[in-house]
Antibody
């Protein structure tokens, strides 16, 4: 059974940092691009970042470029999102997702809530 | 403002049919495949349709997808109260080099 389990969310002050993790199991992690997708309270889905199977290519939402860094550890079947200079607009549930062919978000975690507030 | 445009809400009676549109441009829907996701209240999204019109195993054939030019459509027949959810279209935007989603459509089964 495919499982994606996010962790690391919480309350942080504006300008602060947070590192999200996603533990993957039940599928061959190294075969997949991986994504972070977020959802602000009461709002729709917003793609945040993608990373290639070997970590050699990364893509980011314009509003997080220079502040967020996506990475992965294939030996540990884990995906990460380092978030710096957090802003109130970054408040959201953050989901990790495995990305199949043609940008299909095949499997999703349960999400972790990040709240940026003073 | 989402790159892909969906109606905010649709509604229909149980047993009826409903369609949800997703409008984009040549840099996204026009030259890439579209997928559709269902998000039940309080849960993570799940795949309903991929590659414009394919259903993953376990998704009933009441759900269908189509694409024409720069627009895509999700169809749901034989509506059930359990279909009440938010529905999102998604694809890749080749100009932005970014994933894009529609703003989501809330389906109410009256």
């Amino acid at each position: 059974e495919v499982q994606l389990m996010e962790s690391g969310g919480g309350l942080v002050q504006p300008g602060g940092s947070l590192r999200l993790s996603c533990a993957a199991s039940g599928f061959t992690f190294t075969n997949y691009w991986m994504s972070w997708v977020r959802q602000a309270p009461g709002k729709g889905l917003e793609w945040v970042a993608n990373i290639k199977q070997d970590g050699s290519k990364k893509y980011y939402l314009d509003s997080v470029k220079g502040r967020f860094t996506i990475s992965r550890d294939n030996a540990e079947n884990s995906l990460y999102l380092q978030m710096n200079i957090l802003q109130t607009e970054d408040t959201a549930v953050y989901y990790c997702a495995s990305v199949g062919a043609r940008q299909l978000y095949e499997s999703w975690g349960q999400g972790t809530l990040v709240t940026v507030s003073s | 403002q989402s790159v892909l445009t969906q109606p905010p809400s649709v509604s229909a009676a149980p047993g009826q049919r409903v369609t949800i549109s997703c409008s984009g441009s040549s840099s996204n829907i026009g030259n890439n495949y579209v997928s559709w996701y269902q998000q039940l209240p309080g849960t993570a999204p799940k795949v309903l349709i991929y590659d414009n019109n394919k259903r993953p195993s376990g998704i009933p054939d009441r759900f269908s997808g189509s694409k024409s030019g720069t627009s895509a459509t999700l169809g749901i027949t034989g509506l059930q109260t359990g279909d009440e959810a938010d529905y999102y279209c998604g694809t890749w935007d080749s100009s932005l080099s970014a994933g894009v989603f529609g703003g989501g459509t809330k389906l109410t089964v009256l």
